[in-house]
């Protein structure tokens, strides 16, 4: 709870002055240091081996990790986390700085259209609503 308190607080200066209210789709991207077995060595340290992986697949579940930055964030950025209804998620390496980035669209239905089966097909706007950019 206390980390999940810093990460809020860390959020603060780009959160809306109001939660956001309706159906939402997070994007979150979990960015991880690369270990030093990653890069070649000698005058080439600071290029990657071939085959060095994209994706970071070791410790800390990228389940765990979306709970946590959900969590951290209800009540602050949205009503309740039952509106988010859907997350694209990765966990990657960074030749960077390690960080989390974080991302919401409000999704609105904006025009309804009958096929000529009569079924109804619902079109979505989809607005990007904030981005933060926050180091681990």
Not at 11 to 27: I, Y
Not at 50 to 76: E, I, M, Q, S, W
Not at 94 to 114: A, C, K, M, W, Y
Request: charged fraction near 20%; glycine fraction near 4%; include cysteine.
């Amino acid at each position: 709870a206390v980390l999940q308190m810093s990460f809020a607080k860390a959020c603060s200066s780009v959160m809306p002055h109001k939660p956001f209210e309706g159906p939402l789709r997070a994007h979150l991207v979990f960015y991880f240091q690369r270990p030093k077995s990653h890069y070649r060595t000698g005058k080439y340290s600071h290029l990657l081996k071939p085959g060095a992986p994209t994706y970071h697949c070791g410790r800390k579940d990228l389940d765990n990790l979306v709970k946590f930055v959900l969590d951290a964030l209800n009540a602050k950025v949205y009503v309740d986390d039952s509106q988010i209804v859907e997350i694209r998620s990765a966990k990657l390496y960074t030749n960077s700085d390690p960080r989390i980035e974080v991302g919401f669209e409000q999704l609105h239905p904006v025009v309804s259209v009958s096929n000529e089966w009569g079924c109804t097909i619902l079109l979505w706007a989809k607005i990007f609503i904030i981005s933060l950019l926050l180091l681990c």
